[in-house]
């Protein structure tokens, strides 16, 4: 199920970013977008961008493609099928030089992440999920994904963002206990580093997020065993006229998800999250 699309996601992602660490190791002018201007933006987004649209429509005609540096088709919600496109996650990783950005590339069907591929290409490691099924492939070497068993914030180990800190994510920790923290850039890592057991939570109250930024990694730790929601525990929907995830995120091994909600809510409530 879905073995084409998988393959064709991996090789797109991995085309992708031998382009992106091109314009890496040569260097390349920071733009802003954005409200603001604050949102960065080179043209390794653009280039991994169009390489990655033009492949999909090419091998998929008749889905409809949703990515950060394109302008969505008029018609996409008449789909059921949708691409879910980040070319390049992490920019300001990717700004600072330290190697903590990915390509992202999702697919969602009627609303739900079915598929994800995330690639890390100053490692050359890739994730991807579909169907009950996850793995990490690094050089010849495949590895099933599969969260940990962590039921106790006490022993858990949270990632949080390393450009976007939040203040209300540093006093959850601190509520339910969880003795180890690990900034880092890019969602698509830190969701990775879930699915894979190396960490048991990742949250984020950011509006700023859209279905970009969680189709893949939602679909890869899914398929692992763990489980994606917003804050308050309500599923993430897709290809919706809004394409911002205006809960947050909260990433979860699955044993640790609902004691996390429980504590998140009440600074939810404080956002006007909860009526």
Known sequence: MLAQEIAIAKRLAREAGRVILDHYQRGTPVEFKGPGKAD???????DANHLIVDGLARAFPTDAILAEESTPAADRRSHRRLWCIDPLDG??????????FVVMIGLA??????????????????WWGAAGRAARERADQTTPLGPSRCGDPREARIVVSRSHRSTTVTKVTAALGIPHEEPLGSVGLKVARVASGEADVYLSMSTNTREWDACAPEAILRAAGGRMTDVLGDPLRYNKDDVSTPRGLLA????????????????????????
């Open 40 to 46: 960065p933006v080179t043209q390794a987004d653009r």
């Open 91 to 100: 920019t300001r990783e990717f700004i600072d030089h330290n190697g903590q």
């Open 109 to 126: 069907v009627d609303g739900e992440a079915v598929m994800g591929v995330v690639y890390q290409p100053t490692e050359d490691v890739l």
């Open 252 to 275: 979860t091994n699955g044993a640790l998800h609902t004691r996390v909600v429980d504590v998140t809510r009440p600074f939810a409530r404080e956002r006007g999250w909860l009526t």
